[in-house]
């Protein structure tokens, strides 16, 4: 039998929506539809990058969760990491 410990648990990025909206102004549906309008890309590297690193989600789980490719998701989180760095922002309030 294989051990559980080292396994990530892996939880639904979706009460960061609320956290997501709050900072965007955007509504959930707006978040997930696809397209290149700044705040949108803005709330989705948000979102791929609180996906990834406080939820522990592997970018393919991502990637298939919101419909693009799992590169999209790697750069989408790279620029979530920036993003948070330089606003200081956090997935929960604290």
Do not use: C
Not at 20 to 33: C, E, M, P, V
Not at 37 to 49: D, E, F, H, K, N
Not at 75 to 91: D, P, Q, Y
Request: glycine residues 6%; proline residues 5%; positive net charge.
């Amino acid at each position: 039998m294989h051990s559980q410990t080292n396994r990530r648990p892996i939880r639904s990025p979706i009460n960061s929506f609320g956290r997501l909206a709050q900072l965007t102004g955007l509504k959930i549906d707006r978040i997930l539809k696809s397209g290149k309008q700044p705040t949108r890309v803005y709330a989705r590297s948000l979102l791929g990058y609180w996906a990834i690193l406080p939820l522990r989600m592997t970018a393919v789980a991502v990637s298939e969760w919101l419909g693009i490719r799992q590169p999209a998701v790697t750069r989408a989180a790279a620029r979530g990491e920036s993003i948070t760095a330089s606003n200081n922002l956090k997935l929960l309030e604290k």
